[in-house]
Nanobody
Framework: VQLVESGGGLVQPGGSLRLSCTGS????????MSWYRQAPGKERELVAG??????STTYTVKGRFTISRDNAKKTLYLQMNSLKSEDTAVYYC?????????WGQGTQVTVSS
């Protein structure tokens, strides 16, 4: 199983980025998918999740981020708007099925002027 994130980078405050996470070696459509992030010196935290059954979503960053998935492309997305300096972190995607969890290697997002 492999999850590969992309789309991170340096962006100015107020800017936008779209992260992608493409899976291989797994039946992507049966996994609940999530984005997490970890800032320096802090614990990894959940950002958003999307169910495999009905596409329902949960957010801890509300109003600025949107999670979505394309099962045909085995890809998870995170659209991030109105970015703030406190959004700076390494962003990880996670695939979960019952007790199984798979993680990507992470992509760095830096919000700075």
């Amino acid at each position: 199983v492999q999850l590969v994130e992309s789309g991170g980078g340096l962006v100015q405050p107020g800017g936008s980025l779209r992260l992608s996470c493409t899976g291989s070696g797994l039946t992507f459509s049966v996994y609940d998918m999530s984005w997490y992030r970890q800032a320096p010196g802090k614990e990894r935290e959940l950002v958003a999740g999307i169910s495999h059954t009905d596409g329902s979503t949960t957010y801890t960053v509300k109003g600025r981020f949107t999670i979505s998935r394309d099962n045909a492309k085995k890809t998870l997305y995170l659209q991030m708007n109105s970015l703030k300096s406190e959004d700076t972190a390494v962003y990880y995607c996670c695939a979960r099925l019952n007790t199984l969890r798979y993680w990507g290697q992470g992509t760095q997002v830096t919000v700075s002027s």
